[in-house]
């Protein structure tokens, strides 16, 4: 149908045509055309649709190609179910009205610009309107059976709620067009049929959302159920997990920055909140002052008023017994004129304290005022920071915003940028001295920025520039302009941030629609809108400086503009892209200000004579007519530096004093403080009264000046340190009672009062109202200046015992709702007409009425906020369900079609902001899954108890103390309870809450993490701003292995506990975020580097389940990496007398010095160095031990010991430690070097082990003057030096087994010893044996294993020179052997052998009696100690006696091959000697010696190892 000679032809010939492509005789068109059920038609070019009359049971119909621009001729196509009608020149869709059975629709690459009369085919389930010219998805709300429909290849750019009607979409392609948002995408998630989406299909193009990252992402969790996406198979479930997954964790990391902006405002507040109550001090204590002057004249004033009554009836009396003609003593004149005169007086001080009293609280009153408008501020600005990130959030990313430092330098390029553009001269008359910025925010709009990109690469590539002319000089920064009377709102600001500068064509100045108004200076975007504020201020009849306060503060958009083809704008045109063809944007010079504006006055004109600058010349209007050429980049708020100073009472620079001067109060004339002072200086002066402390009933009748209680009607008590009245209640006529300024806490003594009507208990301390009872006809009631709190418990005590309140007054108490107080107690106490000293209006009593209405659960409320959701929708937001669903679902509650059964269907309930006092008359609501009570009034969380499929509960903003109503969730998920007044998490409350993976419990009171230890699913935790400060809080949370967020932030841990974050981290390794700020892998290593190996006492109690150590005797913590003890404080620790440690990473004994009371100590398997460390100089320090170094801990930062002192000696001068300390073990540490240990500070140790080492030279021994045994056995020691043991003259026990020593020198000072094992060395000399005559006391002695051992009868040489030797080398020395010896004569000497027999061991006679080391394994020890050393060691026999016999099977071990286990040998021998010596040592120590026992047992085991 491109065929333009066609479009002349008549009907006739294009039905014959038609007939001929269809096989039809046009002839017998009549009789052929009743029985066609279809037509097609290709490629024709025919200009219209005729002959269809023809066919009227026609079913389908195919136009391809034609010239066709009206469908028309279809009314008799009654049957029509398919139409073709594409590749036409079609305009509109008409002429389809009559075709009702029409089920499929092809009308794609046409001409159509409009979706239209399509309302009566609701048959329609395919319809293709592709390749077409429509902007707007429109009537098709109808078509309800729409399956399919193709909208690819238009101009589309919004998507809205046009096709929320068509529920049974399942195709739907929208490719090529122009949507752009990812707001518009959110808007198919209501079609729960679709299954096959196109916005990317390759046959047409994407649109501009498909470039943008996270675009899949998007899609597929906004819409699940999808099986294809631009023509890929999405449908296996692991792509929707995926997609599900990623935008969880986006949503948490959001949430927690939101949190954290909420931390940062709440923190900001709490500062101003503190800058408020130091302003507030001064007043509140003049207020205090003159209130106290005032009552105490008072009461001077009425004992005056009652002495002067009392005084007149007298005088009357005695007028009546006087005669008449009696003369009157002119004295009595003279005194009732001067009792009037006094009584004048006290009136005038009075008033002039109370003129004083509201001055002051005048200026508490603009102390809340600046305060109100301080917090509105922060909040304000907050919140624009909170709103950019929900914006991120929204849009995955691609519209971010970056918060300027000083240090970047875009930020730095934007302030040059606007004090570039900053005129002095066009400000200075609005009193401007300059320009403050105070915050910018770059701007990164994904989205915006590749439509400038596209639109300014066409342009470049349309245009041809000359060599001279660069296109880039055409791009500049430039102000955005709005209408000054028309300000932009926060949101109307954010939309265009994200949508561009088109989306406020409200705001933009008249006559610019088609263009778009920007300028290169400040004066041009800021002039209009300060001289509108201004007229505006003056109307409203404001002061100067607080038209100055209202555009003070100001904000600009900066944007990156494309100028391109710039013409100058001609005076008398409009400007419009119709006057300006060519130009892609017109210009022209700022008019000038004097003609501009309505500022007349002298100091303008003079400063427009007077300027000295050239700014007018370079200050231009900019009309860009291309939205897209416009991308805004840069958010500026800044503030103006006036003449006026700053008023604002929270403001660092507020100077109100006379003539300039600071005050010290900084907003307080000193006139006023000298006024107070001339008022209180007053006559007549304030008598001083003793204070009555204790009430009883004789000081009651003093007071009242009364005999009995039924005379008392007026009892004033002001100004006493009265804190109960006893005994009050006898006092049945009391109409007034004064007891203010007294210490009471309560009033539970003012009951059964019936009588009385007024009562002022101001300026005390009460806390409660409880007990108060029984006030029927109380009308006064002065509560103010007290310490009351929970505004509903208070009121209810009054609504039911005060019926007859008329005045109320409760200022000045620490409320926590203070919001709605006033609202509270008008609708509860309806007799009031007075509240606060403020006449209660009808129309606030109604108000007020109506406020009480809506603080309960009706059905009216349940009806309005709830809805019947299933399932949770997919939106990308941090609020609650329940807010997000009440918001944007339309799914409300019909109780006319359910009737009664509606209360089942509810499935969500918003009741934020309701006042509620209760949570009530929920009973029916079983099917609750999200529910939202925030910023109510509630003090408990009660009425739930049938909602058990809660899933999800908000109870922000409220005043609840306890979480005990919620123990019975067992399907709660989310809860959230934060800026309430909880003070504890218990343990009960969350113990069956398995499900529970997000709690939010911010800004409250709580001390402990304790009842959240078994909260095992819990993903997220924020608790900041609470009173945790115990580390141990933190253990609690280790069984939490998922938790991967957590906020501590604002709680005492943070500061009290050194390299805090590095802390939490090292115990809760799965953390991601901490305190809002991501987890870097390297401060996992940094922890496992600070903390790793470190015992503390918090993992003590983490393992005891409580931390109570005083009653723990014995530490056993083996194989577990400790490299470090921390056990603070000591003294917990006191009854601590073993300690084993062996088999760790420990370098020193650490924080173990500080242990008072050790007796044991088992360090073996370590690298022990030193009893304390020698810290290396800075540059050869590690940085592992730089990193110890900075953090003050028990080994390290308590030792108190300088560096000089350590490394100057190891000798005995440092100061002893450890002085219980009778038993150490340090085998099998790689000691080198005795001397470093500094062992001579263990001044009453008695036994020492040190086996398993590489000491070569015995030293360092001189401070151990108690020392009884010493084993050093398998060491390296070639000889004994002369210093080696001289102190040691008490030395029992001696083991020096496995050494490489040759001579036995040095011995002499060993005069006690009664023990000596010299096994496995290199003695060969048989003088080396006779040097052992220095021991007279030797009993047992084993050599075995030295060269000499194998000389022939060396044992009768040694039984000779040691008359007292009782064992060698095992073997008992019995009496026949001894004498054996004594015959021998020496001058046979003794050979050595040189013929190997039988046991391979040289020259060793054939019967001679081998007697192999034996490893002792059947040792028993008392059983009350073996789980001190662990699993490794268990003692089944007691040892009481010396093993002296073994039997042959042991005979084959050799106990110096090592095995495998480098361990398995060497360490059993010691680690019985340990055990030994600590079961002896603990069990015996009341009777025994430790050290007879520990040598014993060695004995035994030496001997045994010696046969």
């Not at 491109?2 to 014959?16: A, C, T, V």
């Not at 029409?102 to 309107?129: D, F, G, P, Q």
């Not at 609470?1026 to 991967?1044: C, D, M, P, R, Y």
């Not at 600070?1090 to 009653?1111: Q, Y």
């Amino acid at each position: 149908m491109m065929q333009s000679d066609n479009q002349n032809q008549n009907p006739e010939e294009i039905i014959k045509e038609l007939c001929t492509c269809n096989g039809l005789s046009y002839e017998k068109v009549d009789q052929e055309g009743l029985k066609t059920t279809a037509l097609e038609m290709f490629f024709s070019g025919y200009p219209t649709m005729v002959g269809m009359k023809y066919f009227p049971n026609l079913t389908t119909l195919t136009l391809v190609g034609q010239r066709i621009q009206q469908i028309s001729d279809l009314e008799n196509c009654l049957l029509l179910r398919e139409l073709w009608i594409a590749e036409c020149c079609l305009l509109k869709i008409d002429g389809l009205q009559k075709c009702v059975n029409l089920e499929k629709l092809y009308l794609y690459c046409n001409e159509i610009s409009r979706i239209e009369n399509l309302e009566a085919l609701t048959k329609l389930n395919v319809v293709w309107l592709n390749n077409n010219l429509i902007k707007n998805i429109e009537g098709l709300h109808t078509l309800q059976n729409l399956q399919e429909i193709n909208l690819a290849g238009n101009l589309i750019e919004k998507i809205g709620s046009c096709l929320d009607f068509n529920i049974q979409i399942e195709i739907l392609n929208l490719s090529a067009n122009k949507v752009s948002s990812f707001k518009e995408l959110t808007n198919l998630s209501r079609l729960p049929n679709l299954k096959d989406l196109g916005l990317n299909d390759p046959q047409y193009g994407p649109n501009p959302i498909c470039l943008l990252r996270n675009y899949a992402i998007h899609v597929l969790y906004h819409i699940p159920q999808l099986q294809r996406l631009d023509t890929y198979d999405v449908s296996q479930k692991e792509i929707k997990v995926l997609a599900e997954t990623t935008v969880m964790k986006k949503k948490m990391y959001y949430n927690m920055q939101v949190k954290s902006v909420h931390r940062q405002l709440h923190d900001r507040l709490e500062k101003l909140k503190e800058s408020k109550c130091k302003l507030q001090n001064l007043p509140e204590n003049k207020i205090k002052l003159f209130s106290r002057n005032v009552k105490q004249l008072e009461r001077e004033l009425a004992e005056l008023q009652m002495l002067g009554k009392t005084s007149s009836n007298k005088s009357l009396k005695s007028k009546i017994l006087e005669t008449e003609t009696s003369v009157h003593d002119s004295d009595d004149a003279d005194k009732a004129a001067e009792e009037s005169s006094l009584e004048k007086a006290f009136l005038q001080k009075i008033n002039a304290l109370k003129e004083r009293i509201t001055f002051w609280n005048k200026k508490l009153d603009e102390i809340e005022k600046s305060y109100q408008m301080e917090i509105k501020k922060k909040r304000k600005s907050f919140n624009l920071v909170v709103q950019f990130l929900l914006m991120e959030l929204e849009t995955v990313g691609n519209v971010c915003f970056e918060e300027g430092l000083s240090n970047n330098p875009w930020f730095s390029y934007c302030c040059d940028l606007i004090h570039s553009r900053y005129c002095f001269w066009d400000f200075r008359a609005y009193g401007i001295m300059g320009v403050k910025i105070n915050r910018i925010f770059r701007v990164h709009n994904q989205i915006l920025r590749l439509k400038f990109e596209e639109k300014f690469q066409m342009f470049v590539e349309k245009e041809v520039f000359s060599a001279a002319e660069n296109y880039k000089e055409n791009v500049d920064y430039l102000f955005y302009v709005f209408n000054p009377e028309l300000p932009v709102k926060e949101k109307q600001m954010l939309q265009m941030l994200e949508e561009g500068v088109q989306s406020l064509e409200v705001h933009t100045l008249p006559n610019t629609k088609e263009a778009l108004l920007l300028c290169n200076s400040l004066s041009i975007c800021e002039c209009p809108r300060i001289e509108f504020l201004k007229r505006q201020a003056k109307a409203e009849g404001k002061k100067s400086s607080d038209s100055a306060e209202s555009f003070k503060h100001g904000k600009v958009v900066i944007a990156k503009v494309f100028l391109g083809h710039s013409v100058p704008a001609c005076a008398m045109s409009p400007i419009c892209q119709g006057n300006y063809p060519e130009a892609n944007s017109v210009f022209r010079p700022w008019k000038c200000l004097g003609s501009d504006t309505s500022t007349s006055d002298s100091e303008t004109r003079s400063s427009l004579k007077q300027r000295r600058c050239d700014c007018r010349l370079r200050q231009r209007e900019w009309f860009v007519f291309d939205h897209e050429l416009v991308l805004p980049e840069y958010v500026v708020e800044f503030e103006y530096v006036t003449r006026v100073k700053d008023q604002s009472l929270f403001s660092t620079c507020n100077v109100t004093g006379e003539e300039g001067k600071k005050s010290t109060e900084g907003f307080i004339l000193s006139h006023d403080l000298q006024r107070d002072d001339e008022v209180l200086n007053m006559q007549p002066p304030v008598k001083a009264r003793p204070k009555i402390a204790c009430l009883d009933e004789k000081t009651m009748l003093s007071v009242a000046k009364a005999s009995i209680f039924s005379q008392v009607k007026v009892l004033n008590l002001h100004g006493n340190s009265l804190s109960k009245l006893r005994n009050i209640s006898r006092l049945k006529r009391l109409q007034k009672l004064i007891i203010s300024f007294n210490e009471f806490t309560s009033l539970d003594d003012i009951y059964d009062l019936p009588n009385l009507e007024y009562c002022d208990a101001s300026h005390n301390h009460v806390i409660t109202l409880e007990g108060l009872r029984h006030l029927r006809k109380l009308q006064f009631f002065n509560l103010s200046w007290n310490q009351l709190k929970k505004t509903r418990e208070e009121i209810n005590i009054l609504h039911e015992h005060t019926p007859n309140l008329l005045s109320l007054d409760i200022t000045h108490n620490p409320w926590h709702k203070p919001a709605s107080l006033r609202w509270s107690v008008i609708g509860r106490l309806k007799s009031l007409t007075n509240l606060d000293g403020v006449m209660i209006t009808d129309e606030e009593a109604a108000e007020a009425l109506h406020y009480i209405a809506r603080s309960n659960i009706t059905q009216v409320s349940l009806l309005e906020y709830s809805r019947t959701d299933e399932e949770s929708p997919p939106v990308l937001s941090v609020f609650p369900c329940a807010k997000i669903l009440s918001q944007i679902s339309k799914n409300k509650v019909d109780s006319q079609t359910h009737l009664n059964n509606w209360y089942s269907m509810i499935t969500v309930l918003d009741l934020d902001d309701q006042h509620l006092f209760k949570i009530s008359n929920l009973e029916k609501l079983e099917h609750l899954r999200w529910a939202s009570f925030s910023n109510n009034n509630l003090t408990q969380i009660e009425g739930l108890e049938s909602c058990l499929n809660l899933e999800e509960l908000t109870l922000d903003g409220n005043c609840i103390s306890t979480l005990d109503g919620i123990s019975k969730l067992t399907k709660l998920t989310r809860l959230s309870v934060n800026n309430n007044h909880l003070t504890s998490l218990e343990r009960h409350v969350f113990q069956n809450l398995s499900h529970l993976h997000y709690i939010s419990v911010e800004n409250n009171r709580i001390t402990s993490l304790v009842g959240l230890k078994k909260t095992y699913s819990l993903i997220e935790l924020y608790i900041s701003n609470n009173f945790v400060s115990a580390n141990q809080e933190i253990h609690h949370l280790k069984g939490l292995t998922n938790l991967v967020i957590l906020d501590m932030n604002g709680n005492q841990i943070v500061w009290k506990q050194d390299s805090y974050r590095l802390f939490v981290l090292f115990h809760l390794p799965s953390l991601k975020a901490l305190d809002g700020i991501a987890v870097d892998p390297t401060e996992g290593e940094s922890a496992k580097d600070l903390f790793g190996g470190k015992l503390t006492s918090d993992m003590i109690a983490d393992r005891l389940g409580h931390s109570d150590f005083t009653e723990i005797q014995e530490l056993n913590w083996t194989t577990s990496n400790i490299r470090m003890v921390e056990l603070v404080p000591a003294d917990q620790f006191r009854n601590v007398c073993s300690v084993n440690l062996q088999n760790n990473n420990l370098t020193s004994f650490s924080g173990l010095i500080f242990l008072p009371n050790v007796k044991v100590l088992c360090l073996n398997y370590n690298r022990i160095e030193s009893i304390l460390p020698r810290q290396k100089p800075p540059n050869q320090a590690t940085n592992r031990q730089q990193l110890y170094q900075k953090v003050t801990s028990s080994g390290y930062g308590q030792q108190g010991i300088s560096k000089g002192r350590r490394d100057a000696t190891f000798g005995g001068n440092l100061p002893p430690v450890m002085q219980s300390l009778e038993v150490l073990h340090l085998g099998y540490n790689g000691i080198t070097n005795m001397a470093q240990l500094q062992l001579s500070r263990l001044k009453n140790l008695k036994l020492l082990f040190l086996q398993g080492n590489f000491i070569s030279q015995i030293e360092g021994l001189e401070g151990l003057q108690f020392l009884q045994e010493l084993v050093l056995d398998h060491n390296r020691i070639k000889m004994i030096s002369e210093g080696s043991f001289a102190k040691q003259n008490v030395l029992v026990a001696l083991h020096l087994e496995k050494n490489q020593i040759r001579e036995l020198n040095s011995l002499q000072p060993l005069v006690k010893l009664q023990k000596l094992f010299l096994d496995f060395n290199r003695i060969q000399e048989l003088s080396e044996l006779e040097k052992l005559e220095v021991i007279p006391g030797l009993k047992v002695l084993s050599i075995h294993g030295n060269p000499i051992s194998f000389k022939k009868n060396y044992r009768p040489l040694l039984l000779l020179r040691l008359p007292a030797l009782q064992v060698l080398d095992g073997t008992a020395v019995n009496t026949e052997e001894r004498m054996r010896a004594d015959q021998q004569p020496l001058e046979q000497g003794f050979q050595v052998a040189n013929s190997p027999k039988g046991g391979g061991l040289p020259a060793l006679p054939a019967n001679f009696p081998r007697y192999p080391p034996l490893r002792i394994t059947n040792v028993n020890l008392n059983e009350n100690l073996n789980h001190l050393f662990g699993s490794d060691f268990t003692f089944h026999h007691k040892l009481e006696k010396p093993v002296l016999t073994v039997s042959n099977k042991n005979k084959s071990k050799n106990p110096g091959i090592r095995t495998n286990n480098p361990r398995s040998i060497h360490a059993e021998r010691p680690l019985w000697q340990a055990k030994g010596a600590a079961a002896n040592l603990l069990n015996h120590l009341a009777h025994h010696s430790a050290t007879s026992q520990t040598t014993q047992l060695h004995q035994n085991n030496r001997k045994n190892e010696g046969r």
